[in-house]
């Protein structure tokens, strides 16, 4: 597999600082840094429950951190109006791990109720050529009508990601694209992500904790260990060394 | 920068939830009679909480209308006045039975639907969802759920009593071979203004509370199907207890414009 190399804008898209958060008296992020860069897919490794969705839910405002500042798009995130927060949300795209998709919709309604909440300019025919136009870039055109639990995994996964790129966000938050997706399933998810670094232009932060998944869509990885990053870089820089919580991580996904 | 919080002492969680009650009612203020509106979702929902109420509330009605009239009957015969059966039905239904049938039929029917509805939808992210899409889901969930309680329970609690009066004359004119016109008449004339308005105060405040509590039990519950079937299950006890409430306190305070 063709591993992907650092992007070389140093434009900062997110930049996250001192980042504590904890749940009761469970410790999950312990003064988390971490900088996405324009462009570039970013890719969160971790065991799970070490906080990898956590991180991402406090970058869209849907958890508050105890400490530290995350600032995306040169926005501090938890001092923003609710009013800045939701005009924010507009330029950045989050695909939940299970999809998310409003299960008493169609999958046109579930596209187009964002759209037509949030650019009310759109005439009745705009809408439904954006609907067609982002059902065909995620290979899907053909569920337009169906609802969402006549669906396979993968289809919903894409259709979720379809519903997040129809506001042509420029940061995109992917949590465990290919969780509980079979091997050439994943494969897709992973060609669909770089597709849309390409054509969308997007900044991404993947959360996953497949190393294929990783190798194939990262330009950088982040490793969260007992609650911060301490390994960052390539996926050769990260994963060449004999850390013990780092190489049994290697080793179970590429079967050593 | 934000501090880090502590976890509060569980009386202090008390006080904290009652917060989060009255600033759960303050945002439905807020969001309900504020642009944008979300009419057609509000339609949808005034659909399925009355419209799809209609089958039960008649049933319901009018058996309690027969049934209230077959048992009252002996009382009053033993005063020789049952030609008093109409306006006592009309009264007893208009007045108590019908706004707090309907209302405890819908706590049941509604309530629960709008818990587990709800909390399926957070328990499954959707709610998230459409937060992150910049939509705001209080708007679209909760004001529409809770307008359409308030909006149509009023409106099935006078079906309720039209039923109820329908299966009173159904019995009556069995019994005492009354007609229609002299039941209506009868039945009518001792209904003042007051009763009216009574009842279409506390089937608004009883709708509220359906709405309300459905949806702050669904909107806020915990992750898990546990979670799910708590919502729905504290909806309609919460509910029907707080619907008893308010009926004890409504009938005191209409008491006091009575001579």
Same mark, same amino acid.
């Given at each position: 597999?063709?591993?992907?190399?650092?992007?070389?804008?140093?434009?900062?898209?997110?930049?996250?600082?001192?980042?504590?958060?904890?749940?009761?008296?469970?410790?999950?992020?312990?003064?988390?840094?971490?900088?996405?860069?324009?462009?570039?897919?970013?890719?969160?490794?971790?065991?799970?429950?070490?906080?990898?969705?956590?991180?991402?839910?406090?970058?869209?405002?849907? /958890?508050? &951190?105890? #400490?530290?500042?995350?600032?995306?798009?040169?926005?501090?995130? +938890?001092? !923003? =109006?609710?009013?800045?927060?939701?005009?924010?949300?507009?330029?950045?795209?989050?695909?939940?791990?299970?999809?998310?998709?409003?299960?008493?919709?169609?999958?046109?309604?579930?596209?187009?109720?964002?759209?037509?909440?949030?650019?009310?300019?759109?005439?009745?025919?705009?809408?439904?050529?954006?609907?067609?136009?982002?059902?065909?870039?995620?290979?899907?055109?053909?569920?337009?009508?169906?609802?969402?639990?006549?669906?396979?995994?993968?289809?919903?996964?894409?259709?979720?990601?379809?519903?997040?790129?129809? /506001?042509? &966000?420029? #940061?995109?938050?992917?949590?465990?694209?290919?969780?509980?997706? +079979?091997? !050439? =399933?994943?494969?897709?998810?992973?060609?669909?992500?770089?597709?849309?670094?390409?054509?969308?232009?997007?900044?991404?932060?993947?959360?996953?904790?497949?190393?294929?998944?990783?190798?194939?869509?990262?330009?950088?990885?982040?490793?969260?260990?007992?609650?911060?990053?301490?390994?960052?870089?390539?996926?050769?820089?990260?994963?060449?060394?004999?850390?013990?919580?780092?190489?049994?991580?290697?080793?179970?996904?590429?079967?050593? | 920068?934000?501090?880090?919080?502590?976890?509060?002492?569980?009386?202090?969680?008390?006080?904290?939830?009652?917060?989060?009650?009255?600033?759960?009612?303050?945002?439905?203020?807020?969001?309900?009679?504020?642009?944008?509106?979300?009419?057609?979702?509000?339609?949808?929902?005034?659909?399925?909480?009355?419209?799809?109420?209609?089958?039960?509330?008649?049933?319901?009605?009018?058996?309690?209308?027969?049934?209230?009239?077959?048992?009252?009957?002996?009382?009053?015969?033993?005063?020789?006045?049952?030609?008093?059966?109409?306006?006592?039905?009309?009264?007893?239904?208009?007045?108590?039975?019908?706004?707090?049938?309907?209302?405890?039929?819908?706590?049941?029917?509604?309530?629960?639907?709008?818990?587990?509805?709800?909390?399926?939808?957070?328990?499954?992210?959707?709610?998230?969802?459409?937060?992150?899409?910049?939509?705001?889901?209080?708007?679209?969930?909760?004001?529409?759920?809770?307008?359409?309680?308030?909006?149509?329970?009023?409106?099935?609690?006078?079906?309720?009593?039209?039923?109820?009066?329908?299966?009173?004359?159904?019995?009556?004119?069995?019994?005492?071979?009354?007609?229609?016109?002299?039941?209506?008449?009868?039945?009518?004339?001792?209904?003042?203004?007051?009763?009216?308005?009574?009842?279409?105060?506390?089937?608004?405040?009883?709708?509220?509370?359906?709405?309300?509590?459905?949806?702050?039990?669904?909107?806020?519950?915990?992750?898990?199907?546990?979670?799910?079937?708590?919502?729905?299950?504290?909806?309609?006890?919460?509910?029907?207890?707080?619907?008893?409430?308010?009926?004890?306190?409504?009938?005191?305070?209409?008491?006091?414009?009575?001579?």
């Amino acid at each position: 597999m063709q591993e992907k190399t650092k992007t070389s804008t140093s434009e900062k898209v997110i930049e996250i600082k001192g980042l504590y958060k904890s749940f009761g008296t469970y410790d999950v992020l312990k003064g988390v840094d971490l900088d996405l860069f324009k462009g570039e897919n970013l890719v969160v490794l971790g065991k799970s429950g070490t906080g990898k969705s956590v991180l991402i839910k406090i970058i869209v405002g849907l /958890l508050t &951190p105890d #400490i530290g500042e995350v600032k995306v798009l040169d926005q501090i995130v +938890d001092t !923003i =109006t609710y009013r800045d927060l939701l005009a924010l949300r507009l330029k950045v795209g989050f695909s939940f791990q299970n999809s998310a998709l409003y299960d008493s919709m169609t999958i046109r309604e579930n596209l187009e109720f964002p759209l037509v909440r949030n650019q009310k300019q759109l005439t009745k025919q705009e809408v439904s050529s954006a609907v067609e136009e982002m059902l065909e870039a995620v290979g899907l055109s053909n569920t337009i009508n169906q609802m969402p639990s006549e669906l396979s995994g993968g289809q919903r996964k894409r259709i979720g990601v379809a519903r997040t790129l129809i /506001l042509r &966000p420029e #940061i995109m938050l992917y949590d465990e694209p290919t969780a509980g997706l +079979d091997p !050439i =399933t994943c494969l897709e998810i992973n060609s669909l992500i770089n597709e849309i670094q390409e054509r969308f232009h997007t900044s991404s932060i993947v959360i996953t904790h497949d190393l294929t998944c990783a190798k194939a869509v990262g330009n950088r990885v982040a490793m969260l260990l007992d609650g911060k990053f301490e390994r960052q870089g390539t996926f050769e820089e990260v994963f060449n060394t004999n850390d013990k919580r780092v190489k049994p991580f290697y080793d179970y996904n590429f079967i050593q | 920068m934000a501090t880090r919080t502590e976890r509060p002492s569980r009386f202090g969680r008390m006080f904290l939830t009652l917060y989060d009650v009255f600033q759960f009612i303050g945002r439905f203020f807020k969001e309900a009679f504020l642009p944008p509106y979300e009419g057609k979702e509000l339609m949808k929902q005034c659909y399925d909480i009355g419209y799809k109420s209609l089958s039960l509330i008649s049933l319901t009605g009018f058996i309690t209308g027969v049934v209230f009239t077959k048992q009252s009957r002996p009382s009053l015969a033993e005063f020789g006045a049952t030609s008093w059966l109409p306006s006592l039905v009309g009264i007893a239904l208009l007045r108590t039975l019908a706004p707090l049938l309907t209302s405890l039929i819908a706590a049941g029917k509604v309530g629960s639907s709008i818990g587990a509805e709800l909390g399926s939808m957070r328990v499954t992210e959707q709610i998230d969802a459409m937060e992150v899409s910049a939509t705001n889901p209080f708007k679209f969930l909760v004001s529409t759920r809770v307008l359409a309680a308030t909006i149509t329970i009023p409106i099935l609690t006078f079906y309720t009593a039209m039923v109820g009066m329908l299966g009173a004359l159904l019995n009556v004119s069995l019994s005492e071979g009354t007609s229609a016109k002299a039941f209506f008449q009868s039945g009518l004339e001792s209904i003042t203004f007051l009763d009216i308005t009574a009842s279409t105060v506390k089937a608004i405040l009883f709708g509220f509370t359906i709405g309300m509590v459905g949806c702050y039990q669904g909107y806020n519950s915990s992750k898990g199907t546990e979670g799910v079937g708590k919502a729905a299950n504290s909806a309609v006890v919460i509910g029907m207890f707080l619907i008893f409430i308010e009926e004890v306190v409504s009938v005191q305070f209409f008491g006091l414009f009575r001579t």
